[in-house]
């Protein structure tokens, strides 16, 4: 029933930037916490960024002072803008609620390389 669909990823130097989106269908958007979430190559998947229903912020460690996470209610979408990024952030990327509720969507890939 609920669709996520996160777009935005690429291909970038480190120090560039992008700015992924995810819109999500098929639910009451403005009640959930949602998250962006990666997985990078033999890692675990983990949370890098959450925002609750009325903007309220947390970001992992690692990612502080680089990412900023959005959500627009009225257009059921959450953002994740991703600067001065380094191969590290190197994954794909996926929104979902937190905790994860719905299936996964296809992700987008980051890569950062020189």
């Known amino acids: 029933q609920v669709q996520l669909v996160e777009s935005g990823g690429g291909l970038v130097q480190p120090g560039g930037s992008l700015r992924l989106s995810c819109v999500a269908s098929?639910?009451?958007?403005?009640?959930?916490?949602m998250g962006w979430y990666r997985q990078a190559p033999g890692k675990q998947r983990e949370l890098v960024a959450a925002i609750t229903s009325v903007g309220k912020i947390n970001y992992v460690d690692s990612v502080k002072g680089r990412f900023t996470i959005s959500r627009d209610n009225a257009k059921n979408t959450v953002y994740l803008q991703m600067n001065s990024l380094k191969p590290e952030d190197t994954a794909v990327y996926h929104c979902?609620?937190?905790?994860?509720?719905?299936?996964w969507g296809q992700g987008t890939q980051v890569t950062v390389s020189s």
């Open positions: 979902n609620s937190n905790p994860p509720n719905f299936s």
């Open positions: 098929g639910t009451i958007f403005r009640i959930y916490v």
